[in-house]
């Protein structure tokens, strides 16, 4: 009999989750097997990186959609439905359809759970979808995010074409480490022989990882700031324009509806991946504006709600914080800004509450249903010592939470001057802005 979407949902969530992690591609590299290995019908464009994954996914699958490629698209994790994982010319999968892709793949998962020590975890799972799925479809790329690391992570049994390699530093150090150069050696992994690699900005010691590897493969590799780049970027209404010098052209004057000088990094990155995907040929002009000015990156400084304005923001390690916090400084003037953070336990939550301090007015400490989420007093005992006890409230339900940050930015007490200007962001983890996005009305992307 054929399963519904809430049985698949509960058959995905029953696996291992996606933070119990065990080196090993053998499991998902057997699914794929039975598969007729889907992965290597397509090309792929493959990501990793510590931020700007998903953005740069969803960049780089609007230029191929434009330059009238068929386009699938795996993404993690996801904010509001499992459906927004693996996407087909730019749409998340109906439910109707992410249930046959579950179906297609339930019986040769099983015969792996059958024959390996561990049986497959969500994570492969799911990846093996998208894979099957994508040969389907078919697609003519695949645009392809990591979950984690790169060298061992389930997407890897796929090579690609291109390797987009973001900014790295130090996120899931629980699972990765806190030696950024061992975590770029674990991310330089997805780079495979002949590739071309795209690598955002990085510090020397990372770059000097990746170049390495990109010699011993024979890879070739462009970086930004050297081979590519952002010439120009400011702000405008409702986004940003900015100028880019690609690999083969400079693009002048794109709009881009998203906020943040990183996005505009990611824009310059995306840009290098496809002119490398199409052997190195500049975009036409017309193709690289229309895909820029539609493109979207939900739950990432996404604006869901005006007066109060409320910011909804994934940031949930040190160098994500830092880039929103720039972002919002640099884009808006909020008087005040009030906090609602929820974070993972397992995360470096005291500096991202430092990196926040000089942004808000007042913080708003809760937590987010998973049981990795920090409790909204631990969090707000940490918060005390940071901001102050008189800017700190505590509401562990997030739609108390919510409501009590809207009412603060309302009611803009000590801003009277300022008042109705007044905004609130939503951050600290991609569940948080996911249950966030779903109490405010937000639909899944």
Same mark, same amino acid.
């Given at each position: 009999m054929r399963p519904t979407y809430p049985e698949v949902e509960q058959a995905l969530l029953g696996r291992w989750p996606e933070t119990k992690l065990d080196p090993s591609l053998d499991r998902i590299r057997a699914l794929c097997q039975l598969l007729g290995d889907p992965q290597a019908g397509y090309p792929v464009i493959h990501l990793t990186g510590t931020n700007g994954k998903t953005s740069m996914a969803r960049m780089i699958d609007a230029l191929l959609r434009?330059?009238?490629?068929?386009?699938?698209? /795996?993404?993690?994790?996801? =904010?509001?439905?499992?459906?927004?994982?693996?996407? !087909?010319?730019? #749409?998340?999968?109906?439910? #109707?359809? /992410?249930?046959?892709?579950?179906? $297609?793949?339930?019986?040769?998962?099983?015969?792996?759970?059958?024959?390996?020590?561990?049986?497959?975890?969500?994570?492969?799972? +799911?990846?093996?979808?998208?894979?099957?799925?994508?040969a389907d479809a078919p697609v003519d790329v695949a645009v392809v995010e990591v979950g984690m690391g790169g060298a061992w992570d389930a997407t890897n049994v796929a090579d690609g074409a291109?390797?987009?390699?973001?900014?790295?530093?130090?996120?899931?150090?629980?699972?990765?480490?806190?030696?950024?150069?061992?975590?770029?050696?674990? *991310?330089?992994? !997805?780079? *495979?022989?002949?590739?071309?690699?795209?690598?955002?900005?990085?510090?020397?010691?990372?770059?000097?990882?990746? &170049?390495?590897?990109?010699?011993?493969?024979?890879?070739?590799?462009?970086?930004?700031?050297? $081979?590519?780049?952002? @010439?120009?970027?400011?702000?405008?209404?409702g986004g940003q324009q900015? +100028?880019?010098?690609? =690999?083969?052209? +400079?693009?002048?004057? =794109?709009?881009?509806? =998203?906020?943040? &000088?990183?996005?505009?990094?990611?824009?310059?990155?995306? @840009? &290098?991946?496809?002119?490398? /995907?199409?052997?190195? *040929?500049?975009?036409?002009a017309d193709v690289v504006l229309a895909a820029f000015a539609d493109v979207t990156s939900p739950g990432r400084l996404e604006i869901v709600r005006r007066s109060p304005t409320v910011i909804l923001d994934a940031a949930h390690n040190p160098h994500g914080v830092a880039a929103t916090v720039a972002a919002i400084q640099d884009n808006f003037n909020f008087a005040p800004l009030i906090g609602v953070v929820a974070v993972m336990a397992d995360k470096d939550v005291e500096r991202i509450l430092e990196l926040l301090d000089p942004a808000l007015a007042q913080v708003v400490c809760t937590q987010n249903s998973t049981p990795r989420s920090m409790r909204a007093d631990e969090l707000a005992e940490l918060a005390d010592g940071i901001f102050g006890s008189d800017?700190?409230?505590?509401?562990?339900?997030?739609?108390d939470a919510l409501e009590r940050a809207i009412a603060l930015a309302e009611t803009a007490e000590g801003y009277e001057e300022a008042l109705g200007s007044g905004g609130?962001?939503?951050?600290?983890?991609?569940?948080?802005?996911?249950?966030?996005?779903?109490?405010?009305?937000? #639909?899944?992307q």
């Amino acid at each position: 009999m054929r399963p519904t979407y809430p049985e698949v949902e509960q058959a995905l969530l029953g696996r291992w989750p996606e933070t119990k992690l065990d080196p090993s591609l053998d499991r998902i590299r057997a699914l794929c097997q039975l598969l007729g290995d889907p992965q290597a019908g397509y090309p792929v464009i493959h990501l990793t990186g510590t931020n700007g994954k998903t953005s740069m996914a969803r960049m780089i699958d609007a230029l191929l959609r434009q330059l009238e490629l068929r386009t699938g698209r /795996f993404t993690s994790p996801h =904010l509001q439905s499992m459906t927004e994982r693996i996407s !087909i010319d730019g #749409e998340p999968m109906a439910e #109707e359809a /992410f249930v046959d892709a579950f179906a $297609d793949v339930a019986a040769y998962a099983q015969i792996v759970d059958d024959s390996q020590e561990h049986p497959l975890s969500f994570f492969e799972m +799911t990846v093996g979808m998208a894979y099957a799925a994508f040969a389907d479809a078919p697609v003519d790329v695949a645009v392809v995010e990591v979950g984690m690391g790169g060298a061992w992570d389930a997407t890897n049994v796929a090579d690609g074409a291109v390797a987009v390699i973001g900014p790295i530093g130090v996120d899931h150090a629980a699972y990765l480490g806190d030696d950024v150069v061992a975590i770029a050696g674990e *991310k330089a992994g !997805i780079i *495979k022989p002949g590739a071309q690699v795209v690598v955002a900005r990085q510090d020397a010691a990372v770059l000097d990882v990746l &170049a390495r590897r990109a010699a011993e493969v024979g890879a070739t590799m462009v970086v930004e700031g050297t $081979d590519f780049g952002v @010439i120009e970027q400011f702000t405008a209404v409702g986004g940003q324009q900015v +100028t880019i010098q690609g =690999l083969a052209a +400079t693009y002048d004057d =794109l709009f881009v509806p =998203l906020h943040g &000088a990183h996005q505009a990094q990611n824009v310059a990155c995306a @840009i &290098a991946a496809v002119e490398s /995907f199409l052997g190195g *040929k500049a975009l036409p002009a017309d193709v690289v504006l229309a895909a820029f000015a539609d493109v979207t990156s939900p739950g990432r400084l996404e604006i869901v709600r005006r007066s109060p304005t409320v910011i909804l923001d994934a940031a949930h390690n040190p160098h994500g914080v830092a880039a929103t916090v720039a972002a919002i400084q640099d884009n808006f003037n909020f008087a005040p800004l009030i906090g609602v953070v929820a974070v993972m336990a397992d995360k470096d939550v005291e500096r991202i509450l430092e990196l926040l301090d000089p942004a808000l007015a007042q913080v708003v400490c809760t937590q987010n249903s998973t049981p990795r989420s920090m409790r909204a007093d631990e969090l707000a005992e940490l918060a005390d010592g940071i901001f102050g006890s008189d800017r700190v409230i505590v509401a562990p339900r997030l739609d108390d939470a919510l409501e009590r940050a809207i009412a603060l930015a309302e009611t803009a007490e000590g801003y009277e001057e300022a008042l109705g200007s007044g905004g609130v962001l939503v951050t600290g983890s991609v569940v948080t802005v996911g249950e966030a996005r779903v109490l405010l009305g937000g #639909e899944p992307q």
